[in-house]
C-alpha cells in the first residue's frame, strides 16, 4: 500500500501539491516513485520557466521506465531542487519531503480540479 | 557457463605477437603524409600470441546466450531460428566480395535481387513499393515519416505536425516522430487493450500528420477496428503507419496495404529470420502505397530522383547481407509455407498463455497473436516481483522474456515464443514457469536473489544508472 499525506493534493497522473499563498509546491507520489522503481534522473525545468496545467515540465528516469511530469498548475517556477540533481535516489527515500518544483500560480482556481487525500487513495486502488 | 572476463589489453604482453613476417627487402617511407597527420606514439596494439587471441574470442562467445543456444522468448523481437542455408547463400564470394562503390552495371544480380526482394515484401505487405535502405526499425520508422512529412509539405498542407501514437506503442514510435520534428499525441487504450477509437475521434483534425499503429499491438491482440480507424484517418486527411514489428502472425495471411496503410517498415531482421540480437546488424525496409512512390527516398533502386523525394536516408543500399538472408528465407519458404509461420507463432504463443494463465496474472483474457503479455505472478503476497522470475530463469538456462513493456501494467513480462520452437521445448518453458511461481510461494528469498547458476549474478543496475563508470581506466 502506497504512503499518502493528509493536506496534499493530488493529480491523475501521481503528482503531489502543497499550498502555501500563491505558491505551489509539487512532487511525484509515493505510488508513482513505486511504480517507477530507483530512480537513476530527475530531469527539471529552469527557474523562471512558465509550466502550464497538464502538460509536462519534465521527466524522471528509472531503471525501468522514463516517465513525464506534468504540472498540476499553471505558472512560473520560481525555485527547483537541486538536490535531486545529483541524488534522485531521495524521490525513493522519500518523495513528500523531496519537493521537485515550486510554482508561483496563475490560476489557483485550477486546485479545483485535484483531489484530496481520500479521493487519491481510492483512485490509486483502481490503477 | 564458465566465467571470462578478461579484455584482450590485459592480455598483452610486451613484444609477444603471433607472426613474425620476414624482411621485405624494401625501406618503409613515410615521407609522403604531411607531419601534422602522423602519428606521435605507437598505437598500443595488444600483444599477444595466436593460441592466446584465439581462447580469448572463443571464451567470450561461450560466456554468449542466442537462439542457437537456447529458447528466446524475448516478447516483440521475434527471435525465431535463423537458418544455417541463409548464412552459406550471404556468404557465396560473388554477393560478399562486391563493393558498394561499384558501377551498377557491374552488379547485375544485386540489382535483380534488390528488385526481386521489393517485389516479394510488395506481395506479402499489400504495398506498391519499397526502399530497403533502411538499416534497422527505428531508422525505418524516421524514414516513413520523413515521406509522410514530405507528402505533407509537397501538397503545400504545413500545418500537419501532430502524429497520433497509442498509449501501448513501442517506444521508438513517438520517439521517431520526435526526431523528424513532429509533435507526438498519445491516444489511449481501452480496457481491453485496443485503441480508443471514440478517443481518437477527439484527436482528429487538419493539424494532424497521421498515425502509428502495431497490429497486431504489444499486447499481441489484433487491433479488429482497423478499418474504421483507417476511415477516420483517411477522412482527417492524415497518413496510416504501420510499425512491421509485429508483423510474424499476419505472414502471408493479412496484408497491412489491404488494412488500409499507406505506410510501413519491416524489420527483416526478425519477421524473416535474419539474426539479430546485441544491436544488429538490421534491415529496416519501408514500403509505400502507390499514391507515395514518388516519395521513397534515395538511393532509390529505379535510379531515379524525382522532386518529391524524402532525400537520402543511407550512404548506399541498406545492409545487404542482411536483406540476402532475408530473400533467402522467403524462397526457402515459398508462397504457401510462409503462410504457415503466423499460425504456428499464435498457436505457441495461446499455448503457452493457457498453460500459464492460473500461476501467472493475465490482465487480458482473449486468443492472442504472436505473443502475450502476463502481468507479473497471479499471488501478489509473495513480493517476488517481474525481475525476479525473469532472473531465475536464467537459472534455468533460459533467456528471459521482455519485462517491464508495455508500460500499461507494472509487472509486465511479454512472451513471444515464434514458431520455430518444438511442443517440448514450450513444455519444458512451461513447467520451468510453473516451478518458478512455486519457488516464488515457498522460498520468495531465494527467488529475490535469483540468478544463482549463471557467471553473472545480479548486476546493480541502480548504480549503474546513477553512477556510470564509461571508461576502462576508472575501473576501481
Known sequence: MSKTVAGLLYSESHEWVSVDGNIATVGITDFAQHALGNLSYVDMPETDDEVTKGEEFGAVESVKAASDLYSPVSGKVVETNSELEDAPERLNVDPYANWIIRVEMSDPSELDDLMDEAAYISFCEKE | ?476
Open chain 2, 1 to 476: 557457463m564458465k566465467y571470462y572476463d578478461k579484455l584482450i589489453f590485459e592480455l598483452s604482453c610486451e613484444g609477444r605477437c603471433g607472426y613474425t613476417l620476414p624482411d621485405a627487402d624494401w625501406a618503409q617511407t613515410s615521407d609522403s603524409i604531411p607531419d601534422g597527420l602522423k602519428r606521435s606514439a605507437a598505437p598500443g596494439l595488444p600483444q599477444v600470441s595466436e593460441p592466446e587471441v584465439v581462447r580469448h574470442y572463443t571464451n567470450l562467445s561461450d560466456m554468449n546466450f542466442g537462439v542457437d543456444t537456447g529458447f528466446y522468448p524475448l516478447g516483440s523481437c521475434t527471435m525465431k531460428y535463423n537458418p544455417k542455408i541463409n548464412e552459406e547463400i550471404a556468404g557465396m564470394p560473388g554477393f560478399k566480395g562486391i563493393h558498394p562503390l561499384q558501377p551498377r552495371s557491374t552488379v547485375r544480380g544485386v540489382m535483380k535481387l534488390y528488385g526481386d526482394l521489393s517485389s516479394a515484401l510488395c506481395a506479402i505487405t499489400g504495398m506498391a513499393g519499397f526502399t530497403l535502405n533502411p538499416f534497422a526499425g527505428a531508422h525505418g520508422e524516421l524514414t516513413g515519416l520523413m515521406i509522410m512529412r514530405r507528402y505533407h509539405i509537397c501538397r503545400g498542407d504545413m500545418k500537419r505536425t501532430r502524429v497520433i501514437v497509442p498509449d501501448s506503442a513501442h517506444g521508438t514510435n513517438p520517439a521517431s516522430a520526435a526526431v523528424c520534428g513532429l509533435d507526438v499525441v498519445q491516444v489511449n487504450s481501452l480496457p481491453d487493450g485496443t485503441i480508443d477509437v471514440d478517443h481518437l475521434k477527439t484527436l482528429l483534425d487538419d493539424t494532424v500528420a497521421g498515425i502509428m499503429m502495431t497490429n497486431p499491438n504489444t499486447l499481441g491482440l489484433f487491433e479488429t477496428r482497423i478499418e474504421e480507424i483507417a476511415d477516420l484517418v483517411h477522412g482527417c486527411g492524415g497518413l496510416l503507419y504501420y510499425d512491421g514489428a509485429n508483423m510474424n502472425p499476419l505472414l502471408g495471411v493479412v496484408r497491412p496495404g489491404d488494412m488500409g496503410f499507406d505506410i510501413m517498415h519491416l524489420n527483416l531482421h526478425k519477421t524473416f529470420s535474419t539474426p539479430h540480437g546485441g544491436g544488429g546488424p538490421g534491415a529496416g525496409p519501408v514500403g509505400v502505397a502507390e499514391h507515395l512512390l514518388p516519395y521513397l527516398p534515395l538511393p532509390r533502386i529505379d535510379g531515379e530522383k524525382p522532386d518529391e523525394c524524402a532525400g537520402r536516408v543511407s550512404g548506399f543500399m541498406g545492409n545487404f547481407g542482411v536483406l540476402m538472408k532475408a530473400y533467402a528465407y522467403i524462397l526457402m519458404l515459398g508462397r504457401q509455407n510462409i503462410r504457415m509461420a503466423g499460425p504456428l507463432a499464435t498457436l505457441n504463443a495461446n499455448y503457452i498463455k493457457e498453460s500459464l494463465k492460473d500461476c501467472y496474472r493475465l490482465p487480458i483474457d482473449k486468443v492472442c497473436k504472436h505473443e502475450f503479455v502476463f502481468d507479473g505472478l497471479a499471488d501478489k503476497s509473495t513480493g517476488v516481483t517481474t525481475l525476479d522470475v525473469a532472473k531465475r530463469l536464467l537459472d534455468y538456462g533460459f533467456h528471459a522474456p521482455t519485462v517491464y513493456f508495455p508500460l500499461l501494467f507494472h509487472q509486465s513480462i511479454m512472451i513471444e515464443p515464434t514458431e520455430t520452437e518444438s511442443r517440448e521445448t514450450l513444455d519444458a518453458f512451461i513447467e520451468v514457469m510453473r516451478k518458478i511461481a512455486e519457488e516464488a510461494a515457498a522460498d520468495p528469498d531465494m527467488v529475490r536473489s535469483a540468478p544463482h547458476n549463471t557467471s553473472v549474478r545480479r548486476p546493480d543496475e541502480t548504480a549503474a544508472a546513477r553512477h556510470p563508470v564509461l571508461k576502462y581506466r576508472d575501473l576501481a
